[in-house]
């Protein structure tokens, strides 16, 4: 069964920039038709899609947050990794890492978040 870990600095300086990686096991991220994906969920609102890298190492992004937003991988290290520019408090929200079969948008395996905060 395929496991997904967060992991990241828990609080980041206004205009800094917000790096997580997700630690997969379980399985390969380069399996075919497989897409991972990064979700956001600010306190008191929704969940919202950031963005996704596929099996083949293509991404998409939120065009809302497409300006400030990077998906990368590390095959060697099964990992892949979030960086998020210009952050300011209004990006505070705990971030999970899924999987997606399939599609850019609908996820099956979840990490179970992280919080992070930012504040000067």
């Known amino acids: 069964q395929v496991q997904l870990q967060e992991s990241g600095p828990g609080l980041v300086k206004p205009s800094q920039t917000l790096s997580l990686t997700c630690t997969v096991s379980?399985?390969?991220?380069?399996?075919?038709?497989?897409?991972w994906g990064w979700i956001r969920q600010p306190p008191g609102k929704g969940l919202e899609w950031m963005g996704a890298?596929?099996?083949?190492?293509?991404?998409v992004y939120s065009p809302s947050l497409k300006s400030r937003t990077s998906i990368s991988r590390d095959t060697s290290k099964n990992q892949f990794t979030l960086q998020l520019s210009s952050v300011t408090p209004e990006d505070t929200a705990v971030y999970y890492c899924?999987?997606?079969?399939?599609?850019?948008?609908?996820?099956?395996?979840w990490g179970q978040g992280t919080q992070v905060t930012v504040s000067s």
């Open positions: 890298i596929s099996y083949s190492g293509s991404t």
């Open positions: 379980g399985g390969s991220i380069t399996t075919n038709s497989y897409f």
């Open positions: 899924a999987r997606g079969l399939g599609s850019w948008y609908v996820y099956d395996y």
